[in-house]
């Protein structure tokens, strides 16, 4: 594998903070892409560098020939967290936005971060129940899968399999996006400006 002429330990000293990548899981409707933006905006605002890559937007270009089916879900983890690998080694603090439903391709993205120098990979469990969910579903998603018009929709007719042991729980089913965020915010701050 090639190396880089810019070390990571060069970049940590230009940017002021670590490159990291801060993966968010949940089901749809959870809050995955309202915590990335809100926390992408804080963060930026503190002058440090970082990169939202959200599920649905990667979905319209880098995995646009991808479904939904459990071999292409998985790939689209893989994809994205090569992705976030490449962003967070150039010293980004990369935040990931997608359902990821299955624990073995959320392993696998972990392990793809971590390779060569060691790049921190925190995984964020949104937890809100499928009722939760549903009722936040502003484009009527869960109720096309109830009808039988969206095929292997995550919390219907396919599997989520929940984090067991996440590097944070945010419980977003009942606390408030501002108490998620301040949460997710000191967490990420820590882990970036920890070793800088």
Known sequence: MPHHDVTRAERITRHRHNGLVVWLTGLSGS????????LERLLFDQGLLVVVL?????RNGLSANLGFSPTDRS????????????????????IVALISPFAEDRARARQIV???????????????????????DAKGLYRKARLGQIAD???VSATYEAPTHPDL????????????????????????????
């Open 153 to 155: 929709f995550t919390g």
């Open 54 to 58: 959200d599920g649905d937007i990667v």
């Open 169 to 196: 729980l945010l419980c977003t089913g009942s606390q408030t996006v501002e108490e998620s965020l301040r949460l997710l915010h000191e967490r990420v701050s820590q882990m970036a400006l920890g070793n800088a």
């Open 114 to 136: 971590g390779r060569g120098d060691r790049l921190d990979f925190v995984e964020v469990y949104l937890d809100a129940g499928v009722e939760v969910c549903e009722q936040r």
């Open 75 to 94: 790939e689209q983890v893989r994809r994205v967290a090569e992705v976030a690998r490449l962003f967070g080694d150039s010293g980004f603090i990369v």
């Open 31 to 38: 809050g995955k892409s309202t915590l990335a933006r809100r």
